[in-house]
C-alpha cells in the first residue's frame, strides 16, 4: 500500500486541516508507505507573493513535523524540488481531452465570473494532481468528498493513456477515507467549512494560536441557546452544537455520540471551557514544537531536499516508462 497525498502551502495549519487530513496522515504512517507533499506548483494557479510562498512552505513544513509526520517514516517534500511533476504533467495534459476537464467543478468555483483572466494553469489544475499521485504509482490516495471528482479524473487519465499506449504504465489509485476524519466548520458559521481563506480570524483556531486565543476563540464560537442532547439524531439543524461537538470528537479520539453521554444536559456555558480545555492540551505541545523548529530555516530545507532525492527516485522510472510508451527520444 503507498499513498499520496499534498496541501496547499497557503499559510499555517489550522484545526480543521489537522483534525480533517493531518491527524490521519500521522495514523497513516503506520500502515502505508506515505509520499506527502507541498504543492507549491499549483500555488501558483493563481496570483501570489513569492516571498510569502517560499516562506508559507517553510512554515508548513514545520507544522506537519509538529504535528506528527515522521520524515524517517514518509517521505516530505515540497513539488518544485521534484521537476518529474512537472514534466508528466505535460505528457498527460497532451492525452487529456478539454471535455473532461470542462466537467471539473473547482475551476468554476475558483474563477467565478473571471474565466477569461484565470491561468492556463489553474484550468489544468487536475491534470497536475493527476501527475502527482500517478507518477509514484499510488495505491490509494486520501480523499474528502470535495476531492473524490478529481481522483477520478486521475483514475481516467491513467486509464486513457494506458489504453492508447497499449503500455501498462500507471496504477489506478483508489480512494482512502479514513474512519475517524472529521469535517470541522466555521465557528462562525456551522454550515461553512473552516478556511484560511474567511476574512474572520474568530471563524477558525490556527495552529499556532496561544492557549488563551484558543480558549477566547472557542468561548466566542457561536452556538445556540440548546443544551446539549443525549442521542446525536437530535443535534439535527443544529450545525453550530454539530460542529463542537464534531471537534471535541475528533480531539478526544472518541465518536460524537460519547461526547454526548458524557455532557448530555449540559449548556455551552459549560461545555465550551471543557472543550478549550481539551483543545489547549492536545494543540499547545504541536505550537511548542512548530515554534521550535521554525527558528531553523536551513534545517527545513535539508529536511525538503532529503524528501525531494527520496521522491525523485521513485518518479524518475515511471517518467522514463511515460516517454518510451508515447515514442520520446532521450537519450
Known sequence: MRTVSGIQPTGNLHLGNYLGAIKNWVKLQQESECLFFLADLHAITVPNDPAELSSNCRD???????????????????????????????????????????????????????????????????????????????????????????????????????NDTGAEIFTLPEPFIGATAARIMSLRDGAAKMSKSDPSDLSRINMTDDDDTIAKKIKKARTDAEPLPGKLKDLDGRPEATNLVGIYAALEDSSPQTVLDQHAGQG????????????????????????????????????????????????????????????????
Open 268 to 331: 455551552f456555558g459549560a461545555f465550551k471551557p471543557t472543550l478549550a480545555d481539551l483543545a489547549v492540551s492536545k494543540l499547545a505541545p504541536i505550537r511548542e514544537r512548530y515554534e521550535e523548529l521554525r527558528k531553523d530555516e536551513s534545517a527545513i530545507d535539508a529536511i525538503l531536499r532529503d524528501g525531494a532525492e527520496r521522491a525523485q527516485a521513485l518518479a524518475q522510472p515511471t517518467v522514463d516508462k511515460a516517454y518510451t510508451a508515447l515514442g520520446l527520444l532521450r537519450d
Open 60 to 162: 508548513m513544513t514545520a507544522a506537519l513535523i509538529a504535528a506528527g509526520v515522521d520524515t524517517q517514516k514518509s517521505i516530505l517534500f515540497n513539488q518544485a524540488r521534484v521537476p518529474q511533476h512537472a514534466e508528466l504533467a505535460w505528457l498527460l495534459i497532451c492525452n487529456t481531452p478539454m471535455g473532461w476537464l470542462d466537467r471539473m467543478t473547482q475551476f468554476k468555483e475558483k474563477s467565478g465570473k473571471h474565466k477569461q483572466r484565470s491561468s492556463l494553469g489553474l484550468y489544468g489544475y487536475p491534470v497536475l494532481q493527476a501527475a502527482d499521485v500517478l507518477i509514484y504509482q499510488a495505491t490509494h490516495v486520501p480523499v474528502g468528498e470535495d476531492q473524490k471528482q478529481h481522483l477520478e479524473l486521475a483514475r481516467d487519465i491513467a486509464t486513457k493513456f494506458n
